[in-house]
Nanobody
Framework: EVRLVESGGGLVQAGGSLRLSCTAY????????IGWFRQAPGKEREGISV????????LYADSAKGRFTISSDNAKTTVYLQMTTLKPEDTAVYYC??????????????????WGKGTLVTVSS
């Protein structure tokens, strides 16, 4: 059974930082790309960042560039999202997701095969 388990969410003041973790179970980690998505109340889910476990290539949404950094520890089958300079508008449930990707594939925000249950990030003003 494939599971993606997020952790690291919580309450933080504006300007602060958080690091989210997504640990994958039951899949061959190196064959997958792992992404972070978020959904704020009343809004559609949006892609934040994706990393390919095979070659480390990354994709960032404009909202994440310069503030968020995605990284991967293949030995721990875990992907991290380091978030800095957080803003109240970053408040959302953050989800990780995975799709099977070839080594030459460009990271993308669509076509996820598996989803985690999410972790809540609340940024107070």
């Amino acid at each position: 059974e494939v599971r993606l388990v997020e952790s690291g969410g919580g309450l933080v003041q504006a300007g602060g930082s958080l690091r989210l973790s997504c640990t994958a179970y039951g899949l061959l980690f190196a064959d997958y790309a792992i992404g972070w998505f978020r959904q704020a109340p009343g809004k559609e889910r949006e892609g934040i960042s994706v990393i390919s476990s095979s070659d480390g290539s990354t994709l960032y949404a404009d909202s994440a560039k310069g503030r968020f950094t995605i990284s991967s520890d293949n030995a721990k089958t875990t992907v991290y999202l380091q978030m800095t300079t957080l803003k109240p508008e970053d408040t959302a449930v953050y989800y990780c997701a995975a799709y099977e990707a070839t080594s030459a594939a460009i990271p993308r925000f669509w076509g996820m095969d598996y989803w985690g249950k999410g972790t809540l990030v609340t940024v107070s003003s």
